[in-house]
């Protein structure tokens, strides 16, 4: 039976006062409620947490400031039924309608799955949130919208997606088989759409297999929309649209005429890349549409703009990576880019820009394969000693992530695209102050001692890919057995009586 408590929280890694909800799987007992819906219900504080823990079945509806959060995205999933299905015929998984209002909503280490929805947004539909949506590790896989978005579905709403897996989603006539992105009206806000260190891969669609962004949806041209894709893969997506069709295997942006109030005109739409890699996503219709494609509503055409990224096929130049038709090219500095139509040379060609284009995935050094190479989602490394590796020796001019899709240190001469050969991930012991945790020796060989000013109840240890590999439910003498884990580095989170978190690096030696 799924219960909810309300206690004292404080997050981990973060001190938060707030209340906090338990869902499912509840380990202190006498929560009174069924279901999330509920949850909400009586949620009245904009700092209440929902946690979740386990597979819950049920769409949801949010049209409050709240956070939902799960501790792992493989085992925490809301679920909008047991299986996947594609006929448009289920309910959505989670819907989140802001009708205008400064909402905050916060989602994360979740997994979302099995939406199969008639209209747009299959796992996540996000409408008319003025304030923010925070999308933070979550595992966005399995849905299915019968018109667009199928995984996630945003209009007129300023929305981050971090350390996001958007996979295996798709659409039945509509676009935006991973998301997609637009404006609306009835939100009267210029949306700002962030995607960083997340993938999006295997997603399916008529046109813009991976992403839609769509300036013309039919009354959104009186407001912007800005998409920023950063230290992100962009994988394998597919446009199934015929030789007449848009396509964009890859991403697929639509602009319109800007008519707001502002007098200053121009595209309604903004793309830019900044350490992203691209790669063999595909058109079904024609080979000159697979990677990126633009197309104009108006007169206008989307600004675009791409910084430190590799963008190409597998190893057939003749699959075009990037159309530059009805693009409004502003800069594009340190890419490494496979086979293009209609390719703007004024900034490919120009020595001081750092660009080569008519390149091969190997040529690039990608490895072609999704990676768990650390971090929350896959990445597809470079080798050593590759074009790519310490490519981007050209000035930018705009502010450049030090760390990669992973989190792990860019270095020295960064290189192309969203991985890092050689990168390293600095991980610093976090101590929340109200539980002073003491952890000795460490590094440790078998038992590890714990000292807090509470009792600790509980105690979970991760390895730096993120996969929890101890769980200890019961502490006893306060101490922990660790000799089966190998040696490395690791993270060891304990929850005290009073249901306070800390954390701490923990080394494993012999």
């Known amino acids: 039976m799924k219960q909810i408590i309300t206690l004292l929280f404080l997050a981990v890694f973060t001190v938060v006062g707030s209340a906090q909800i338990i869902i499912e799987g509840d380990?202190?007992?006498?929560?009174?409620?069924?279901?999330?819906?509920?949850?909400?219900?009586?949620?009245?504080?904009?700092?209440?947490?929902?946690?979740?823990?386990?597979?819950?079945?049920?769409?949801v509806t949010i049209n409050q400031s709240i956070t939902l959060r799960g501790t792992d995205p493989t085992i925490d999933i809301i679920q909008a039924a047991g299986s996947a299905s594609a006929d448009g015929t289920g309910p959505r998984v989670i819907t989140i309608n802001g009708n205008a209002q400064n909402l905050n909503v916060i989602m994360e280490n979740l997994g979302i799955r099995y939406g199969n929805f008639m209209d747009n947004g299959g796992g996540i539909n996000i409408d008319k949130v003025t304030g923010s949506v925070t999308l933070n590790n979550l595992m966005i896989v399995d849905n299915f919208a019968a018109k667009n978005?199928?995984?996630?579905?945003?209009?007129?709403?300023?929305?981050?997606?971090?350390?996001?897996?958007?996979?295996?989603?798709?659409?039945?006539?509509g676009d935006g088989g991973g998301l997609i992105v637009a404006p609306n009206n009835g939100a009267s806000v210029d949306n700002v759409i962030n995607v960083k260190q997340s993938l999006i891969d295997s997603n399916s669609s008529n046109n813009g297999g991976g992403i839609y962004i769509n300036g013309n949806n039919g009354f959104g041209d009186q407001y912007r929309i800005e998409c920023n894709i950063e230290n992100?893969?962009?994988?394998?997506?597919?446009?199934?649209?015929?030789?007449?069709?848009?396509?964009?295997?890859?991403?697929?942006?639509?602009?319109?005429?800007?008519?707001?109030?502002?007098?200053?005109?121009?595209?309604?739409?903004?793309?830019?890349?900044?350490?992203?890699?691209?790669?063999?996503?595909?058109?079904?219709?024609?080979?000159?549409?697979?990677?990126?494609?633009?197309?104009?509503?108006?007169?206008?055409?989307?600004?675009?703009?791409?910084?430190?990224?590799?963008?190409?096929?597998?190893?057939?130049?003749?699959?075009?990576?990037?159309?530059?038709?009805?693009?409004?090219?502003?800069?594009?500095?340190?890419?490494?880019l496979g086979g293009l139509q209609s390719p703007n040379t004024g900034f490919l060609d120009n020595a001081s820009r750092n660009n080569q284009r008519g390149k091969t995935a190997t040529y690039a050094g990608l490895t072609g394969t999704l990676t768990d190479a650390g971090g929350s989602t896959l990445v597809i490394p470079i080798t050593e000693s590759s074009?790519?590796?310490?490519?981007?020796?050209?000035?930018?001019?705009?502010?450049?992530?030090?760390?990669?899709?992973?989190?792990?240190?860019?270095?020295?001469?960064?290189?192309?695209?969203?991985?890092?050969?050689?990168?390293?991930?600095?991980?610093?012991?976090?101590?929340?102050?109200?539980?002073?945790?003491?952890?000795?020796?460490?590094?440790?060989?078998?038992?590890?001692?714990?000292?807090?000013?509470?009792?600790?109840?509980?105690?979970?240890?991760?390895?730096?890919?993120?996969?929890?590999?101890?769980?200890?439910?019961?502490?006893?003498?306060?101490?922990?057995?660790?000799?089966?884990?190998?040696?490395?580095?690791?993270?060891?989170?304990?929850?005290?009586?009073?249901?306070?978190?800390?954390?701490?690096?923990?080394?494993?030696?012999?």
């Open 27 to 59: 380990p202190y007992g006498n929560n009174p409620y069924a279901s999330i819906a509920d949850a909400l219900t009586d949620s009245t504080n904009p700092a209440d947490v929902i946690l979740i823990t386990g597979a819950i079945t049920e769409s």
């Open 387 to 510: 074009t790519g590796d310490d490519y981007c020796t050209a000035a930018t001019g705009i502010a450049i992530p030090t760390t990669d899709q992973r989190g792990y240190s860019r270095e020295g001469i960064q290189d192309a695209g969203a991985f890092e050969f050689g990168g390293t991930l600095s991980v610093e012991s976090e101590v929340l102050k109200v539980n002073t945790l003491k952890i000795f020796p460490n590094p440790v060989k078998s038992t590890l001692h714990i000292s807090s000013l509470n009792t600790i109840i509980r105690a979970f240890i991760y390895d730096m890919t993120g996969k929890r590999v101890y769980q200890s439910q019961t502490i006893y003498n306060n101490s922990l057995n660790v000799s089966h884990l190998k040696v490395g580095l690791y993270i060891l989170k304990v929850e005290d009586v009073d249901h306070n978190w800390s954390s701490s690096k923990l080394v494993v030696s012999r």
């Open 149 to 173: 978005g199928g995984g996630i579905g945003i209009a007129g709403s300023n929305v981050d997606i971090i350390n996001c897996t958007i996979q295996n989603n798709s659409c039945g006539n």
């Open 232 to 336: 992100s893969t962009i994988s394998n997506n597919i446009a199934s649209s015929g030789s007449g069709g848009a396509g964009g295997g890859g991403i697929w942006a639509k602009a319109a005429d800007y008519i707001g109030t502002d007098g200053n005109g121009g595209a309604n739409t903004s793309l830019q890349l900044v350490h992203a890699t691209l790669y063999n996503n595909d058109h079904s219709g024609t080979a000159v549409k697979n990677g990126i494609q633009f197309t104009s509503a108006g007169t206008e055409d989307t600004n675009f703009q791409a910084f430190n990224s590799i963008i190409v096929t597998a190893d057939v130049l003749s699959e075009k990576v990037l159309n530059f038709a009805n693009s409004n090219t502003i800069e594009v500095i340190n890419c490494i």
